[in-house]
Nanobody
């Protein structure tokens, strides 16, 4: 059974940085795609970034491109989201997700497993 546990959220000011972590367990993740999504109050859950477990392919939403960096450490079975130059509109609950194989990474329906989420709040 796949388990994803996010950490690293918090309350920060505009322009600050945070690094989110997603500890993955329960199986080997070779061939998987790992994604980060976020959901603000009253809004749909939206794609943020994704990375293939091999690390060969990375995707970003336009809203975070150039500010956020996704990476993974296969030895630690952990996926990271480095978030720089944070803005109030980045405020949301951030979720880690896992999908078997190469999928339409921007669609949340492609992901079978989800973490519980971690809150990120950016004050102006």
């Amino acid at each position: 059974q796949v388990q994803l546990v996010e950490s690293g959220g918090g309350l920060v000011q505009t322009g600050s940085s945070l690094r989110l972590s997603c500890a993955a367990s329960g199986r080997t993740f070779d061939g998987y795609t790992m994604g980060w999504f976020r959901q603000a109050p009253g809004k749909e859950r939206e794609f943020v970034a994704a990375i293939t477990w091999s690390g060969g392919t990375i995707y970003y939403a336009d809203a975070v491109k150039g500010r956020f960096t996704i990476s993974r450490d296969t030895a630690k079975n952990t996926v990271y989201l480095q978030m720089n130059s944070l803005k109030p509109e980045d405020t949301a609950v951030y979720y880690c997700a896992a999908a078997a194989g190469r999928v339409l990474v921007r669609s949340r329906y492609q992901y079978n497993d989800w973490g519980q989420g971690t809150q990120v709040t950016v004050s102006s």
